[in-house]
């Protein structure tokens, strides 16, 4: 099992900059090449895709929302995945979510992804 907590969200005005954390923890996190990836969804509005790494950290995707504003990375000392998000904008504003999957791949869909955080919050006024 593999258990996943977000923080780092918070009220922000268009423009700033915030940083995501991602704290993992388990066994299975530990042994197993794991991909880590970033969802959010928007207040009435479906779950989507936001950025996704590699085990190894050197394959990336994201979403062309986020594409040059957003950063995913990791740190697999200390088990802890990042979202630095910059220029946000109000369109930002949703719940992050973090997932994991055991496995060499680089998966953007949700429905590939086994273990899931609660989510923080990220406001961004205009």
């Known amino acids: 099992q593999v258990q996943l907590v977000e923080s780092g969200g918070g009220l922000v005005q268009a423009g700033d900059s915030l940083r995501l954390s991602c704290a993992a923890s388990?066994?299975?996190?530990?042994?197993?090449?794991?991909?880590a990836g970033w969802f959010r969804q928007a207040p009435g509005k479906e779950r989507e895709f936001v950025a996704s790494?590699?085990?190894?950290?050197?394959?990336?995707s994201y979403a062309d929302s986020v594409k040059g504003r957003f950063t995913i990375s990791r740190d697999n000392a200390m088990n802890t995945v990042y979202l630095q998000m910059n220029s946000l904008k109000p369109e930002d504003t949703a719940v992050y979510y973090c997932?994991?999957?055991?496995?060499?791949?680089?998966?953007?869909?949700?429905?590939?992804?086994?273990?899931w955080g609660r989510g923080t919050q990220v406001t961004v006024s205009s």
């Open positions: 997932a994991a999957v055991p496995g060499p791949i680089l998966p953007i869909n949700e429905n590939e992804y086994t273990y």
């Open positions: 388990g066994r299975s996190f530990n042994i197993r090449p794991t991909a």
């Open positions: 790494i590699t085990w190894t950290g050197r394959s990336t």
